[in-house]
């Protein structure tokens, strides 16, 4: 992959001058929530867009020439294309709305927003769950407030892995390299030089080049080891999101928290406010610590002087959410930074030690780095703060600073479009309520037939797309063609509109994608009653080490496959965000049954109640 001995020659097509800001399109994540955007694309050339799977760099790589001509000639097209155009700078150029202006001055306050991934479009696969799905929503809705902002990442070559389910019902994980002219990032320069910054590593620096994803209004940097400067070896450290081993773990950390900040600094942002996103990026406090320190302050002043303008956000109750270094990994690690800073180790490795025992927790440096906290739902806030209590050890946990913000979702990147055609004509300032209850009693005034239609053509755009999945994974299976006609059955029968039931998202255990399974015969009776069918639609990636998990979409898999079952049950594979949205937007219910209290907030439900699906779903997270 990496030596050059492989040349490939690719026409690449060339803009007409009339069409000339698709590129500038295809290089602003904006086209992640705005459905006219995508929707150019797809009419230049719908087999294509497919095909790319909405990749709007990749198609302007392989569109046809002759395409492009002739829709630089189509008036229709160019009438569309100006309007999408207009839509996209009068976006840019809004100014910050009141609700900003009033709490802060964005001339002199920022915000650096670490995480380990960012999900914003099945484009840009640098993302696993529902982690990352917040991280990127948490940017779009800054850019849409006007807020000052700025983000940092990594980014992965390979991302996180495509999902295979076999003949047998096991998942096969299969990585695909990424080239960056594939994705919506642009390399960054100071003074017309590609900038890099490096981190101390054992026997060496590790280099980093950085690449700008933009979003709107605000800009996202991501930090990349795949360049020349680098051993092979390193250059393979953000090969993978959530791959590896602890030593790739803790060295893709030390990347994001130390060459992160450094990133920040080169480019001469001054944050006001750093919010880390879960443990993953909290070595950044080390870093702040030793530059305030090089400003004379002692560890301890530097500590108080990082913290208090520091956010931490902790996610899940699940210890597999936790990074837990052993000491001598982080001693390995840490001690060639630390050596040129001033920090003592065990000063540090203090910061990360719970009841002084002999390991680094991620959780505990991001708690006592900062002086916000919080988990993400009412119900997780109570639990993170007696699980994290030994912080305070002097507080009682229902006391301890240890809060919550209740996760949301993007609601423009997943309220389908036709409910958003819907709200333009009834009520055209929607977008600007979205946090005002009483506005959204026009719904009830919306007539019954009409919202009935809409959810229907939604309905009815799932079933096509599960149908198109089912056949294409069942064809490469082998499955023959009879046995994926009867699997399809249920959902293309409009005679007898099948109930659907929708469950996607990771497939770890304590999620229970297979509780509804417990007492089959009556689930059985239930799903294949002739008067009111029901079908249950599965989907979702269990992480590539995590056992339990797989064996629960081989569970699922096998009863899709039992003749009593076939068809009422349906497993789809690799789900991604672009499943997501037809899903949320299709199902009639949508089914979650976590094991309280661990779905610390679940975002899934509130995709699809915006959507007009119902949520049957276990007291937990969001919900509670
Ligand atoms: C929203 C979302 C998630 C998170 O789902 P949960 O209900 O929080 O588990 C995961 N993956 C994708 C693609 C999503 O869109």
């Known amino acids: 992959m990496h030596t050059a001995t492989e040349f490939r020659l690719e026409a690449r097509p060339r803009l007409p001058e009339a069409l000339e800001r698709l590129d500038a399109l295809a290089n602003d994540l904006f086209y992640s929530w705005d459905h006219g955007v995508r929707s150019l694309f797809a009419r230049i050339d719908l087999r294509l867009w497919q095909k790319v799977e909405h990749n709007p760099k990749l198609f302007l790589r392989r569109v ?139 026997g060496r620096e590790v280099h980093a080049r950085v690449w700008l994803a933009r979003v709107g209004h605000i800009s996202l940097y991501l930090l990349d080891t795949n360049t020349t400067e680098n051993t092979d070896e390193d250059r393979e450290l953000t090969l993978q999101l959530y791959g590896g081993d602890s030593a790739t773990r803790i060295s893709q950390e030390m990347l994001l928290g130390i060459g992160g900040t450094r990133v920040l600094a080169a480019l001469g942002v001054q ?88 390991s680094f927790n991620m959780t505990s440096l991001g708690l006592r780095g900062s002086r916000f906290h919080n988990g993400v739902s009412r119900i997780h806030g109570g639990v993170a703060a007696r699980m994290e209590g030994d912080i305070w050890p002097q507080i009682p946990a229902a006391e301890n600073p240890l809060g919550y913000i209740t996760n949301g979702v993007h609601v423009p990147t997943f309220l389908a479009p036709e409910w958003a055609s819907l709200f333009d004509i009834q009520a055209p300032t929607w977008k600007s309520e979205l946090r005002n209850p009483t506005f959204w009693q026009f719904i009830d005034k919306i007539p019954d037939y009409h919202y009935w239609s809409v959810h229907k053509a939604l309905k009815q755009q799932m079933a096509e797309f599960i149908v198109r999945r089912l056949k294409r994974q069942h064809k490469r299976n082998g499955t023959g063609h009879s046995v994926t006609e009867r699997m399809a059955r249920k959902l293309v029968s409009p005679e007898n509109d099948a109930l659907v039931v929708g469950f996607a ?40 080490q995590d056992k339990p998990g797989q064996q629960l979409i081989k569970v699922i898999h096998d009863l899709s496959m039992q003749p009593n079952l076939m068809g009422h049950i349906i497993l789809l594979e690799d789900y991604d965000q672009a499943m997501a949205r037809r899903l949320l937007s299709g199902v009639d219910v949508w089914l979650n049954t976590p094991e309280y209290p661990k779905e610390a907030s679940g975002t899934s439900g509130e995709k699809a109640a915006v959507n007009g699906a119902l949520n049957l779903s276990v007291l937990d997270g969001w919900w509670g």
């Open 505 to 544: 998202r990771r497939f770890a255990t304590y999620k229970r994608a297979t509780l509804i399974f417990s007492d089959l015969a009556r689930l059985e009776r239930l799903l294949t009653n002739p008067e009111q069918p029901v079908v249950l639609v599965f989907a979702g990636k269990a992480h590539p």
């Open 64 to 202: 046809a020439q002759a395409r492009l001509d002739q829709a630089s000639e189509d008036r229709a097209f160019l009438a569309e294309y100006r309007r999408v155009l207009s839509a996209y700078d009068a976006y840019l150029e809004s100014e910050p709305g009141t609700e900003v202006l009033e709490a802060l001055n964005p001339e002199d306050s920022l915000v650096a927003y670490f995480c380990a991934e960012f999900g914003f479009h099945e484009s840009f696969p640098i993302y696993s769950g529902g982690l990352g799905i917040l991280a990127g929503d948490h940017c779009k809705a800054a850019s849409d407030l006007g807020l000052p902002f700025v983000a940092v990442g990594l980014l992965y070559q390979q991302g996180y892995f495509i999902q295979t389910i076999d003949a047998q019902g096991h998942q096969i994980a299969r990585y695909q390299c990424h080239s960056s002219d594939e994705l919506p990032i642009t390399p960054v320069e100071v003074d017309g030089k590609a900038l890099t910054v490096s981190v101390p590593f054992p």
């Open 271 to 358: 944050p006001t406010v750093w919010h880390i996103n879960e443990g993953h990026a909290a070595f950044q406090i080390l870093e702040r610590c030793r530059m305030d320190m090089t400003e004379g302050l002692s560890f301890g002043a530097a500590l108080e002087s990082v913290a208090g303008c520091t956010l931490f956000t902790t996610h899940t109750p699940v210890p597999a959410g936790h990074d837990i270094f052993p000491r001598d990994l982080v001693e390995h690690f840490l001690s060639p930074f630390l050596d040129h800073s001033g920090l003592d180790f065990d000063a540090v490795f203090g910061l990360g030690s719970k009841n002084g025992d002999q």
